[in-house]
């Protein structure tokens, strides 16, 4: 079902875990349909993401498009972090199921919770 590249990261998914400091975190996802994402990011006063974090609660492919998106937004600003799409995560990922794309909805959904929870705390729009 998987490829090999989906399957490693996977196994060894990257920025797994909690945050210290950060100050933007999105949830999204459905307990209902079984994949949960939580990001954490550390966004610096100019508007660049130092560093990400994630924890998911899902499939294979939820943990891997998670896992991919908080390595993208790494060193990006906000503007640049928001231009992310899905279709990217696929495409590093070298494809998914079809049944599976909405993995990738979730975490390009998970950045833009994220950014906005960064701009209700510091009330900017």
């Known amino acids: 079902m998987y490829n090999s590249k989906v399957l490693e990261i996977f196994k060894n998914p990257k920025n797994v ?21 939580k990001m954490y990011l550390k966004i610096s006063d100019n508007g660049i993401i130092e560093d990400a974090k994630f924890k ?11 896992s ?18 899905n279709s990217q995560i696929v495409e590093i990922l070298g494809g998914l199921p ?3 794309i909405h993995c990738s909805v979730l975490a390009e959904e998970a950045i833009r919770a994220a950014i906005d929870n960064y701009y209700k705390r510091n009330k900017k729009q």
């Open 17 to 37: 875990g909690v945050l210290k400091g950060a100050n933007a975190i999105g949830t999204v996802g459905n307990a209902s349909c079984g994949d949960i994402m």
């Open 56 to 66: 998911t609660f899902g499939c294979a492919a939820a943990i891997t498009t998670t």
């Open 68 to 85: 991919v998106a908080t390595e993208l937004v790494k060193g990006k600003t906000i503007e640049e972090a928001l231009k992310i799409k």
């Open 98 to 100: 079809t049944q599976k």
